[in-house]
């Protein structure tokens, strides 16, 4: 690709895949997802190649739990450098010249005191580990997603700042929506946490996951805006989850994505990709809009 990350954002901007966690529930993945990364390598490349293959301009690492935080919990806390570094390697070699490589951070699960027990220093050094390994896997970017507590996504932030200041960080919160409208767990409107994150650094700031429809996306990027001049992200699951056979399934049509996604870039949405639920034909029908 001859252009940078950064400059595809300010100019055309990007189409980002879809879910990951629904492509290794298709493999019957069992234990640790980033460990399974890992040790199938192909078969992960070739879930990466099929969203490039959809039109995915940027791919986002299998990382989502790969802080030390995440993984202890597994019993692999001693290979955060390891995982994350290799992760990243597999999808930038998957991607070669038809993609930019996202270093995805998630959530610990441990909250900043007084929530919880931790400081913001040390929930920063947690990030720090993970993202250093992630870039000295190769990646391009760091997109920072599904986060409930917008002060533990301004560590990331930082984290990412410190540990990669030439490259762009996105960063994505998870909202609800109840009677007095869209929150996040902790219940920071979206206006809040947008000014939060633009303050911590980051350069894109959006919305993934979370109990709303991809139509509620419209009304929710409205309100990030209010509280940022950066650039936006949309990154909604393929409808409401419902539960048939004690599984978990999304049933929003790739035709909801081509009809909103054009709407999501008017907005002011510079990335837009698919979260719980969506496939390659999701993003396949959201980058024909885009494109045509």
């Not at 940078?4 to 966690?21: F, H, K, P």
């Not at 000295?136 to 986060?147: K, N, P, R, Y």
Request: net charge negative; charged share 25%; proline share 5%.
């Amino acid at each position: 690709m001859k252009t940078t990350l950064r400059e595809a954002l300010a100019s055309g901007g990007i189409v980002l895949d879809g879910a990951m966690g629904t492509q290794l529930m298709a493999h019957d993945v069992k234990g640790n997802n980033e460990l399974w990364g890992a040790e199938h390598p192909v078969e992960l490349a070739a879930i990466h190649r099929a969203y490039i293959d959809a039109g995915a301009t940027a791919i986002i690492t299998n990382s989502f739990g790969g802080s030390r935080l995440k993984l202890t919990k597994a019993h692999l806390g001693d290979r955060v450098e390891e995982l994350n570094s290799r992760l990243a390697e597999i999808a930038v070699q998957a991607a070669g010249d038809d993609a930019f490589v996202l270093g995805d951070v998630g959530p610990t699960g441990e909250f900043i005191e007084p929530v919880g027990t931790m400081t913001a220093d040390e929930m920063t050094d947690v990030f720090r580990e993970q993202i250093r390994a992630l870039v000295a896997g190769g990646v391009d970017g760091i997109i920072i997603e599904t986060m409930m507590d917008p002060n533990e996504a301004a560590c990331a932030v930082r984290a990412a700042k410190d540990m990669a200041p030439d490259l762009p960080v996105l960063a994505s919160m998870t909202f609800e929506k109840n009677p007095r409208g869209f929150r996040t767990m902790m219940g920071t409107t979206p206006e809040l946490a947008a000014q939060i994150l633009t303050e911590a650094g980051a350069d894109v700031i959006g919305a993934n996951c979370g109990g709303i429809t991809p139509e509620q996306f419209v009304d929710l990027l409205g309100e990030l805006r209010q509280g940022t001049d950066r650039p936006l992200l949309a990154e909604p699951n393929a409808g409401l989850p419902e539960i048939e056979d004690g599984k978990t399934v999304f049933r929003e049509v790739p035709d909801t994505f081509a009809r909103l996604a054009p709407k999501y870039r008017e907005l002011g949405a510079a990335a837009i990709g698919g979260c719980c639920g969506t496939t390659p034909e999701h993003i396949r029908a959201a980058n024909s809009a885009l494109t045509r």
